[in-house]
């Protein structure tokens, strides 16, 4: 069987030799020990712990509602599953935006409880002076521009961003603020393909896409709607690379089945 425990633990560093030597990076999300696990021995070099955990475990319709405290039991499960991949948790909304103080708290708080590695927050420009407090307490620190979804309420819906020459400008200049602060790599999220392109050669560390075309140093997608658990939500940039959906439902009904017929448990199947 494939295994990866002769692979190197991936670092930071790590990331940005692989963006050098034009290696790309696998990332996908990660919220439980099971799963985390399976990603780990798969040789995925990422795991995201992303508060998309709010929509896919908790059921919520956006980002926001997701807790720190919430946020920290995700992440420490997923880290007793993880020898290998370098795992980056989200900073749930309201936990860092306009206090760096509180941004930093927020920070020590999943590097000390869950054993994390690094930490991911979204924007540019407006949340610096909380990276740059972060960066200083040496908790590396992912970028996120694009779409952002913890700013739904302020631009309303979830399409393409950054299609208008000004907003394609600030996204750039976000990404060398964020470069120059010291993060280590850069999401983008759901923007025009040839922007990503542009982004990916102005800076030197890693971007990591998603539905932001080929060009970028890495992929990343949410777990839920690679495999085809979430049968929902279809934008164009998600290939689903399983049915799930269709192969557990396909379980329930044989077990509902089974337990109905007394075909469950055979007789080999007592004590
Ligand atoms: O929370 C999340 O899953 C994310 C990815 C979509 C990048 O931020």
Redesign the pocket.
């Known amino acids: 069987m494939y295994t990866t425990k002769d692979l190197p633990k991936i670092t930071t560093h790590v990331l940005q030799e692989m963006k050098l030597k034009g290696e790309k990076i696998a990332m996908l999300?990660g919220y439980d020990y099971s799963m985390a696990r399976l990603l780990d021995e798969a040789g995925i070099d990422v795991i995201?712990v992303?508060?998309?955990a709010s929509n896919v475990m908790a059921g919520n319709a956006t980002?926001l509602p997701i807790t720190l405290d919430q946020m920290i039991y995700h992440a420490s499960s997923v880290m007793r599953g993880v020898k290998r991949a370098l795992v980056v948790v989200?900073l749930p909304f309201g936990t860092y935006q306009g206090n760096s103080k509180e941004a930093l708290n927020s920070a020590i708080r999943i590097m000390k409880e869950s054993g994390a590695n690094a930490i991911?927050l979204e924007g540019g420009k407006e949340i610096v002076e909380s990276i740059d407090r972060i960066l200083s307490a040496g908790i590396p620190v992912l970028g996120?521009l694009g779409l952002t979804?913890q700013s739904i309420n302020k631009f309303g819906t979830y399409v393409v961003r950054a299609t208008e020459e000004k907003e394609a400008a600030k996204l750039v200049d976000d990404a060398k603020i964020l470069e120059k602060s010291g993060c280590f790599g850069i999401?983008l999220?759901k923007i025009p393909a040839s922007l990503a392109t542009q982004v990916t050669k102005v800076v030197k560390i890693p971007t990591i896409g998603?539905g932001a075309g080929h060009e970028v140093d890495g992929q990343?997608l949410?777990l839920h709607d690679m495999l085809g658990i979430n049968q929902e939500f279809s934008p164009r940039f998600l290939r689903r690379y399983h049915n799930l959906h269709d192969e557990i439902i396909k379980a329930f009904l044989a077990y509902i089945h089974d337990v109905k017929t007394v075909n469950f448990p055979s007789n080999k199947e007592q004590y």
Do not use: N, R
């Open positions: 999300t995201l992303g508060d998309s980002t989200d991911k996120h979804p999401v999220e998603i990343v949410v």
